[in-house]
T-cell receptor, first 111, second 115 residues
Framework: KNQVEQSPQSLIILEGKNCTLQ??????????LRWYKQDTGRGPVSLTI?????NTKSNGRYTATLDADTKQSSLHITASQLSDSASYIC??????????FGAGTRLFVKA | DTGVSQDPRHKITKRGQNVTFRCDPI?????LYWYRQTLGQGPEFLTY????????KSRLLSDRFSAERPKGSFSTLEIQRTEQGDSAMYLC?????????????FGDGTRLSIL
């Protein structure tokens, strides 16, 4: 069964600190791994996309890694800001248009 | 900003009523998707259009749900005889077919509340 699991379910950190979110996926076939940021009441916004041949991709303070052998990905946020408070969703692409979404990690950044 | 637009943003209706949502994708995108998202969960796939053709429907899409995309531009999602379990955020996304590694661009959704 195709599925994407994310951990932790929620996380609280202090402003300025770094954090890492985890994603394990079991999809076949696998074509790409995406991370989205979703603010409360808004639609998801793409942060990074990696194909199976890419190991890392950055977007500002966000850095995603991918290990296609262990089927794991992580999203590292550097020097967190209050505006980083959101849900972060890991999505595995299975080829063509099909994607499998994780349930997300809810991040709270405190001042 | 000519992103994905959804209307209405919020809809409150009584159980048993019919509702219709509209999605206007990014103009050059020929792929359009509908998702449903409940609190604390990721989006669940409902249906997918390539141009005007509806190519895939999830088994989540019961016969009370119907989606159209006439002329391959905007799309509508209709729910007939709404039930309380239909309360959710309905998200629309679009993308360009040419590269499956392109991101989906999401609208801000229609939040449906069934009384």
């Amino acid at each position: 069964k195709n599925q994407v699991e994310q951990s932790p379910q929620s996380l609280i950190i202090l402003e300025g600190k770094n954090c890492t979110l985890q994603c394990n996926y079991t999809v076949s076939p696998f074509s790409n791994l995406r991370w989205y940021k979703q603010d409360t009441g808004r639609g998801p916004v793409s942060l990074t996309i990696m194909t199976f041949s890419e190991n890392t991709k950055s977007n500002g303070r966000y850095t995603a890694t991918l290990d296609a052998d262990t089927k794991q990905s992580s999203l590292h946020i550097t020097a967190s800001q209050l505006s980083d408070s959101a849900s972060y969703i890991c999505v595995a692409g299975t080829g063509g248009f099909k994607t499998i979404f994780g349930a997300g990690t809810r991040l709270f950044v405190k001042a | 900003d000519t992103g994905v637009s959804q209307d209405p943003r919020h809809k409150i209706t009584k159980r048993g009523q019919n509702v219709t949502f509209r999605c206007d994708p990014i103009s050059e995108h020929n792929r359009l998707y509908w998702y449903r998202q409940t609190l604390g969960q990721g989006p669940e796939f409902l249906t997918y259009f390539q141009n005007e053709a509806q190519l895939e429907k999830s088994r989540l899409l019961s016969d009370r749900f119907s989606a159209e995309r006439p002329k391959g531009s905007f799309s509508t999602l209709e729910i007939q005889r709404t039930e309380q379990g239909d309360s959710a955020m309905y998200l629309c996304a679009s993308s360009f077919q040419g590269d499956s590694n392109q991101p989906q661009h999401f609208g801000d959704g229609t939040r449906l509340s069934i009384l």
